[in-house]
Protein backbone atom coordinates (compact mmCIF):
# COMPACT_ATOMS: atom_id res chain seq x y z
CA UNK A 1 0.00 0.00 0.00
CA UNK A 2 1.11 3.29 -0.94
CA UNK A 3 1.79 6.04 1.42
CA UNK A 4 -0.72 8.22 0.12
CA UNK A 5 -3.53 5.19 0.30
CA UNK A 6 -2.56 4.52 4.05
CA UNK A 7 -5.69 5.00 6.48
CA UNK A 8 -4.43 6.86 9.09
CA UNK A 9 -5.31 6.05 12.11
CA UNK A 10 -5.01 7.16 16.26
CA UNK A 11 -4.44 5.10 19.17
CA UNK A 12 -5.28 6.11 22.44
CA UNK A 13 -3.76 4.64 25.92
CA UNK A 14 -2.35 5.81 28.98
CA UNK A 15 0.55 3.16 29.00
CA UNK A 16 3.63 3.47 26.85
CA UNK A 17 4.16 0.03 26.55
CA UNK A 18 0.47 -0.53 24.74
CA UNK A 19 1.05 2.38 22.93
CA UNK A 20 4.64 0.98 21.51
CA UNK A 21 3.08 -2.12 20.54
CA UNK A 22 0.37 -0.98 18.56
CA UNK A 23 3.09 1.21 16.86
CA UNK A 24 5.28 -1.98 16.13
CA UNK A 25 2.16 -3.92 14.93
CA UNK A 26 0.77 -1.65 12.74
CA UNK A 27 2.98 1.13 11.50
CA UNK A 28 3.74 -0.99 8.48
CA UNK A 29 0.08 -0.99 7.04
CA UNK A 30 -1.35 2.03 8.82
CA UNK A 31 -0.08 5.59 9.71
CA UNK A 32 -0.49 5.39 12.91
CA UNK A 33 -0.55 8.76 15.82
CA UNK A 34 -0.06 7.83 19.39
CA UNK A 35 -2.14 9.95 22.37
CA UNK A 36 -1.62 8.93 25.99
CA UNK A 37 -5.02 10.31 27.14
CA UNK A 38 -8.51 11.27 25.89
CA UNK A 39 -7.31 14.87 26.01
CA UNK A 40 -4.19 14.28 23.55
CA UNK A 41 -6.51 12.59 21.45
CA UNK A 42 -8.71 15.41 20.90
CA UNK A 43 -5.87 17.69 20.45
CA UNK A 44 -4.25 14.98 17.74
CA UNK A 45 -7.50 14.89 16.16
CA UNK A 46 -8.13 18.76 15.59
CA UNK A 47 -4.02 18.63 14.47
CA UNK A 48 -4.77 16.07 11.80
CA UNK A 49 -7.22 16.24 9.14
CA UNK A 50 -6.57 13.05 8.05
CA UNK A 51 -7.37 10.43 10.88
CA UNK A 52 -9.97 8.19 9.72
CA UNK A 53 -10.05 5.81 12.63
CA UNK A 54 -9.81 5.86 16.38
CA UNK A 55 -9.19 2.80 18.63
CA UNK A 56 -9.04 4.32 22.35
CA UNK A 57 -8.35 2.31 25.93
CA UNK A 58 -11.20 2.27 27.89
CA UNK A 59 -9.50 2.67 31.21
CA UNK A 60 -7.63 5.99 31.03
CA UNK A 61 -7.06 8.38 34.19
CA UNK A 62 -9.17 11.96 33.66
CA UNK A 63 -11.61 11.12 30.74
CA UNK A 64 -12.25 7.14 29.57
CA UNK A 65 -12.68 5.85 26.01
CA UNK A 66 -16.31 6.21 25.89
CA UNK A 67 -15.93 9.73 27.06
CA UNK A 68 -13.39 10.76 25.03
CA UNK A 69 -15.38 8.81 21.82
CA UNK A 70 -18.68 10.93 22.86
CA UNK A 71 -16.62 14.27 22.77
CA UNK A 72 -14.63 13.01 19.33
CA UNK A 73 -17.33 12.41 17.70
CA UNK A 74 -19.57 15.51 18.31
CA UNK A 75 -16.33 17.18 15.80
CA UNK A 76 -15.62 13.96 13.49
CA UNK A 77 -18.53 12.09 12.73
CA UNK A 78 -16.99 10.44 9.96
CA UNK A 79 -14.11 8.99 11.80
CA UNK A 80 -14.48 5.41 12.99
CA UNK A 81 -14.16 4.72 16.51
CA UNK A 82 -13.37 1.77 18.51
CA UNK A 83 -12.73 0.55 21.92
CA UNK A 84 -9.93 -1.49 23.63
CA UNK A 85 -10.41 -3.06 27.10
CA UNK A 86 -8.53 -5.28 29.03
CA UNK A 87 -11.98 -6.21 31.01
CA UNK A 88 -15.15 -7.66 30.32
CA UNK A 89 -18.10 -5.40 28.36
CA UNK A 90 -19.55 -3.17 30.47
CA UNK A 91 -22.53 -1.28 30.27
CA UNK A 92 -20.93 1.95 28.83
CA UNK A 93 -19.16 -0.32 26.14
CA UNK A 94 -22.53 -2.14 25.23
CA UNK A 95 -24.18 1.38 25.11
CA UNK A 96 -21.60 2.97 23.22
CA UNK A 97 -22.47 -0.06 20.68
CA UNK A 98 -26.04 0.46 20.36
CA UNK A 99 -25.92 3.99 19.87
CA UNK A 100 -23.51 3.45 16.98
CA UNK A 101 -21.28 5.43 18.65
CA UNK A 102 -18.46 2.69 18.17
CA UNK A 103 -18.41 0.11 16.04
CA UNK A 104 -16.79 -2.41 18.07
CA UNK A 105 -15.02 -3.40 20.53
CA UNK A 106 -11.61 -5.22 20.98
CA UNK A 107 -10.08 -7.42 23.87
CA UNK A 108 -6.88 -6.60 25.63
CA UNK A 109 -3.98 -7.94 25.14
CA UNK A 110 -5.43 -7.09 21.54
CA UNK A 111 -5.29 -9.50 18.18
CA UNK A 112 -3.37 -7.76 15.21
CA UNK A 113 -5.51 -10.08 12.83
CA UNK A 114 -8.76 -8.85 14.50
CA UNK A 115 -8.10 -5.38 14.51
CA UNK A 116 -6.60 -5.26 10.82
CA UNK A 117 -9.65 -6.76 9.83
CA UNK A 118 -12.14 -4.80 11.49
CA UNK A 119 -10.49 -1.48 10.03
CA UNK A 120 -10.20 -2.56 6.29
CA UNK A 121 -13.75 -4.16 6.84
CA UNK A 122 -14.56 -0.69 6.92
CA UNK A 123 -13.21 0.36 4.29
CA UNK A 124 -14.45 -1.76 1.75
Known sequence: MEQKDQ??????DDEQINRELFLINFRKEYKVYTA???????????????????????KMPGMNG?????????E????????LTGFDITDEISNALK????????????NIKEIDKSIRGTFE
Not at 44 to 56: E, G, Q, R, Y
Not at 66 to 74: C, D, H, N, P, S
Open 76 to 83: YQNIVFFI
Open 36 to 58: DSGFEGLNKLKLNSDIAVVISDM
Open 7 to 12: ISLLYV
Open 66 to 74: VEFIRKAKL
Open 99 to 110: EKLINKYFRKPF
